[in-house]
Nanobody, 127 residues
Framework: QVRLVESGGGLVQAGGSLRLSCTAFGRLFNLYAMGWFRQAPGKEREFIATISRSGANTVYADSVKGRFTVSRDNAKNTGSLQMSSLKPEDTAVYYC????????????????????WGQGTQVTVAS
């Protein structure tokens, strides 16, 4: 089993920045690809970004490309999502997720393919 704990959410003005962190407890973190998703009220969970277990491969949703950066530190069992130039439409609950990967550079985009999820952290961007 893997337990994920997220932190770093909060209230920020439009144009501001926030950094979310996701710490994993349990099995070998470096064997899992990590994904970030968000869900706004009344909307479906949306893919934001994913990073391979090696950290060498990343994929972003078009809506955040150039503004968000995903990273990981396997030595600390932690992944991060740096969010800049935030917009009111970025307001949502943000989730991190892990999925085992056989390959170092494999990534996972679909929420349904992830096994482990964090509890979510609220990000609110005020206009």
């Amino acid at each position: 089993q893997v337990r994920l704990v997220e932190s770093g959410g909060g209230l920020v003005q439009a144009g501001g920045s926030l950094r979310l962190s996701c710490t994993a407890f349990g099995r070998l973190f470096n064997l899992y690809a990590m994904g970030w998703f968000r869900q706004a009220p009344g909307k479906e969970r949306e893919f934001i970004a994913t990073i391979s277990r090696s950290g060498a491969n990343t994929v972003y949703a078009d809506s955040v490309k150039g503004r968000f950066t995903v990273s990981r530190d396997n030595a600390k069992n932690t992944g991060s999502l740096q969010m800049s130039s935030l917009k009111p439409e970025d307001t949502a609950v943000y989730y991190c997720a892990l999925e085992f990967q056989n390959t170092r550079d494999g990534v996972v985009v679909a929420a349904s393919d992830y096994t482990y999820w964090g509890q979510g952290t609220q990000v609110t961007v005020a206009s």
